[in-house]
């Protein structure tokens, strides 16, 4: 394994997973492993990115660190402690957009401010910020069926940042939009990050989405269980090139280290 983070520890982390294992029960009786022996740190405010291919428990991760999945054995500490369940210290991006199709953009992205029961005034002033920052200004009004795949994202995106967490979860947020828009929002997620920084961990199975949007790439190895493959950070200058020579260097030790060929 190619370590790249051995300063890393616990206290250092923001994000620090120690051998987590997952195992669900299926039917009532028959058992899945999921994830094997997971171990894992993020930095404050790192983009790291989880790379995958399907049936890797990437997804199940993530949900663990969101709160919405217990480990069934291991641990996750976020600064430190122990988060008890899902909280809104993290917010979760996922590829299904899931916004409410009877609410605007701006409700949309005012529920949880509305939620935590913020006057109207200041939850649409915070909102019509997050929904600037992404690019949607003019379209607060929109419902989201009158919107494109790329536009939903952006107001899932928004939704994430408007509670202000520490921490986002992207469950690859992209991966149902065509090749066109993927790059776009490729672009557009680290233009985001770049000026209000979060920690982020972005799961993809695609390698050069991997590249364009990390400061550093975990691999996960299928079939199930998932376990930690490698490290790779990613010491490219932002905006990236794809065509870059050092850009396709790293495509190439990861294609050739993994079973993944995108
Ligand atoms: N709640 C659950 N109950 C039972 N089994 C589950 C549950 N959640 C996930 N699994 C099992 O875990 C497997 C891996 O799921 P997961 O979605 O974490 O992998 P993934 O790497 O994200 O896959 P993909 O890229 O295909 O979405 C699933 O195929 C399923 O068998």
Redesign the pocket.
Known sequence: MEKGDAELNAAASKIHCENIC?T???KNTQK?H??EGIDLDVRENEFLVLL????????????ILAGL?TPSSGSVLLNNETPQGPGPDRAMVF?TYSLFPWRTVRGNVEMGPKFKGMPKKERRELADHYIKLVGLDGFQDAFPHQLSGGMKQRVGIARAYVNIPEVLLL??PFGQLDAQTRYLMEQEVVRIWEQDKRTVLF?T?NIDEAIYVGDRIVT?K?K?P?TMDAVYPVDLPRPREHADLKFLELRRRITDATELTL
Do not use: A
């Open positions: 997952k669900f029960i299926q899945v999921v994830l995958g291919p399907g049936q890797s428990g990437k997804s199940t991760l993530l949900r999945e590829q469950d690859e799961v199975n996960l299928g199930l998932g």
